[in-house]
């Protein structure tokens, strides 16, 4: 997923299927987001609760709900705005970039498959995140962070699978969220749209 054609993205849009477990119950729920690199993003979620949309104009952040709309604080702008970078397309534009740190781990082998593992570090957000890359595709196939959840902060991974091409870009179509080995949530992509263009109004709040 690399060369011109990756270098190219300007904007990325996907629409899907998430289910969650919670301690109240299983529900499911639709997602819209689109993220206009690197530093704009506007996502929508229909949840049983109503409909809820999170939105960064690269300055300001804000979400709205049935509540009403509110501002984001300071201090929860760093890890929403390192959901961007912990994205595939922004990660694979920008890791050469001073403000992030590359390490490599460890060569591994799992199931018949050998695996790369990477620490990426990113000094803008604070974000740090260990990556297994299978070293045969070169793909993306888990990331492992602490991330902010409903719980409060906690260590997760991501397992991504199902790579597509999309306009020369090949991308996870399904990534499964886990916390403490224990799946959490699944995301389905059913749609997705690179450099369809954006309209500036998806960022006015």
């Known amino acids: 997923?690399?060369?011109?054609?990756?270098?190219?993205?300007?904007?990325?849009?996907?629409?899907?299927?998430?289910?969650?477990?919670?301690?109240?119950?299983?529900?499911s729920m639709t997602t819209d987001a689109t993220i206009q690199f690197p530093d704009k993003f506007a996502q929508r979620m229909v949840t049983p609760m109503g409909e809820m949309s999170t939105v960064?104009?690269?300055?300001?952040?804000?979400?709205?709900?049935?509540?009403?709309?509110?501002?984001i604080p300071e201090s929860?702008?760093?890890?929403?705005?390192?959901?961007?970078?912990?994205?595939?397309?922004?990660l694979l534009q920008n890791f050469e970039k001073p403000r992030f740190t590359v390490q490599f781990l460890k060569e591994a082998v799992e199931d018949s498959r050998k695996f790369n593992f990477v620490l990426v570090k990113d000094s803008v957000t604070a974000m740090s995140m260990k990556l297994a890359i299978d070293a045969q595709t070169s793909q993306i196939v888990k990331k492992s962070y602490r991330g902010r959840t409903m719980g409060g902060p906690a260590e997760i991974d991501e397992i991504l699978s199902d790579y597509r091409d999309v306009s020369g870009v090949l991308l996870p179509f399904k990534t499964i969220f886990q916390q403490g080995g224990k799946?959490?949530?699944?995301?389905?992509?059913?749609e997705v749209k690179i450099n369809a263009g954006v309209s500036e109004k998806l960022f006015v709040k």
Do not use: C, H, Y
């Open 183 to 190: 799946k959490v949530a699944e995301l389905t992509v059913t």
């Open 1 to 27: 997923s690399g060369g011109p054609k990756l270098a190219a993205v300007k904007d990325l849009r996907e629409v899907g299927q998430m289910s969650m477990s919670t301690p109240q119950g299983d529900f």
């Open 56 to 71: 960064s104009d690269g300055k300001a952040m804000w979400m709205t709900t049935p509540q009403g709309v509110r501002d």
């Open 76 to 90: 929860q702008r760093g890890e929403l705005m390192a959901s961007v970078v912990r994205n595939n397309i922004f």
